[in-house]
Nanobody, 112 residues
Framework: QEQLVESGGGLVQAGGSLRLSCVAS????????MSWYRQAPGKQRELVAR???????NYADSVKGRFIISRDNAKNTVYLQMNSLKPEDTGAYYC??????WGQGTQVTVSS
């Protein structure tokens, strides 16, 4: 059964960068769109970025120009490069597969 494992979260100062990774087990990664979501304390989970099988991407307006989603199908991995981080980017970041699977989440904290 497909599993998703995120890594790369941490504490960073405003203006800094982090790169999140999500590794998918199984051999069907390449046929699914993959997404990153985040959830701040007291708020609903929201879509941050999505990448299709063919590499087409879309982003939440709040992260456009700062975040980049990418995938490596050979490694069953999707990445989220986060630059120019702001305190409002703080939250738990989750990897999601089009198949409906979710990772356990990785915490990102941006200090001002």
């Amino acid at each position: 059964q497909e599993q998703l494992v995120e890594s790369g979260g941490g504490l960073v100062q405003a203006g800094g960068s982090l790169r999140l990774s999500c590794v998918a087990s199984g051999n069907i990664f390449s046929i699914y769109s993959m997404s990153w979501y985040r959830q701040a304390p007291g708020k609903q989970r929201e879509l941050v970025a999505r990448i299709s099988v063919g590499g087409n991407t879309n982003y939440a307006d709040s992260v456009k120009g700062r975040f980049i989603i990418s995938r490596d199908n050979a490694k069953n991995t999707v990445y989220l490069q986060m630059n120019s981080l702001k305190p409002e980017d703080t939250g738990a970041y989750y990897c999601n597969s089009q198949s409906g699977r979710w990772g356990q989440g990785t915490q990102v904290t941006v200090s001002s």
